[in-house]
């Protein structure tokens, strides 16, 4: 009879390490399952967050380049706006300035200040604030800082 006895307790001793075991396997798995989960989440939205600055940074492109044609475009004699050159360079700048801030909220904050200095230089020369220098000129310094910010603001992690 002890013998028998000494089997049962046995037997439920192997019976609860083995359902013990069984569960802290269970556990690691879910745990290892959650922390995987967990970074495929965090890889998306990384990837969704690098896509929406990749996105603002080619709208400010896009403005910029639209700023630097009127600039290019302007009539030389200033007085009346016969052609309606004024208004359309209005919009252009105020696109260019929604577009600058749209960087500024959502990328790297070492592409603030040269964001901030190239939307001025184009301002600078589409109003013809700049003196007796070639707009190209003007700008060239700017653009590359910017497009330099703007390469090590996406290739940062």
Same mark, same amino acid.
């Given at each position: 009879?002890?013998?028998?006895?000494? @089997?049962?307790?046995? %037997?439920?001793? !192997?019976?609860?390490? !083995? &359902? &013990?075991?069984?569960?802290?396997? +269970?556990?690691?798995?879910?745990?290892?399952?959650?922390?995987?989960?967990?970074?495929?989440?965090?890889?998306?939205?990384?990837?969704?967050?690098?896509?929406?600055?990749? +996105?603002? $940074?080619?709208?400010? $492109?896009?403005?910029?380049?639209?700023?630097?044609?009127?600039?290019?475009?302007?009539? *030389?004699?200033?007085?009346?706006? *016969?052609? !309606?050159? %004024?208004?359309?360079?209005?919009? @252009?700048? @105020?696109?260019?300035?929604?577009?600058?801030?749209?960087?500024?909220?959502?990328?790297?904050?070492?592409?603030?200040?040269?964001?901030?200095?190239? !939307?001025?230089?184009?301002? +600078?020369?589409?109003?013809?604030? $700049?003196?007796d220098i070639e707009v190209n000129e003007h700008l060239e310094e700017h653009k590359a800082a910017f497009m330099t910010a703007a390469r090590?603001?996406? %290739?940062?992690?």
């Amino acid at each position: 009879m002890a013998l028998e006895v000494w @089997t049962s307790v046995l %037997s439920l001793t !192997g019976v609860a390490l !083995g &359902g &013990g075991l069984t569960a802290l396997s +269970q556990r690691a798995t879910q745990r290892s399952a959650e922390r995987s989960e967990e970074r495929r989440r965090r890889a998306a939205t990384e990837e969704a967050r690098r896509a929406e600055q990749l +996105q603002a $940074i080619k709208d400010f $492109i896009a403005c910029a380049q639209e700023a630097e044609r009127a600039a290019y475009s302007r009539p *030389d004699p200033w007085g009346g706006d *016969d052609d !309606g050159w %004024s208004g359309p360079a209005a919009a @252009t700048m @105020t696109a260019l300035w929604v577009a600058e801030r749209h960087l500024v909220l959502l990328c790297d904050p070492n592409l603030h200040a040269p964001v901030h200095a190239y !939307g001025r230089a184009l301002n +600078q020369a589409v109003w013809r604030e $700049i003196g007796d220098i070639e707009v190209n000129e003007h700008l060239e310094e700017h653009k590359a800082a910017f497009m330099t910010a703007a390469r090590a603001s996406l %290739s940062s992690p």
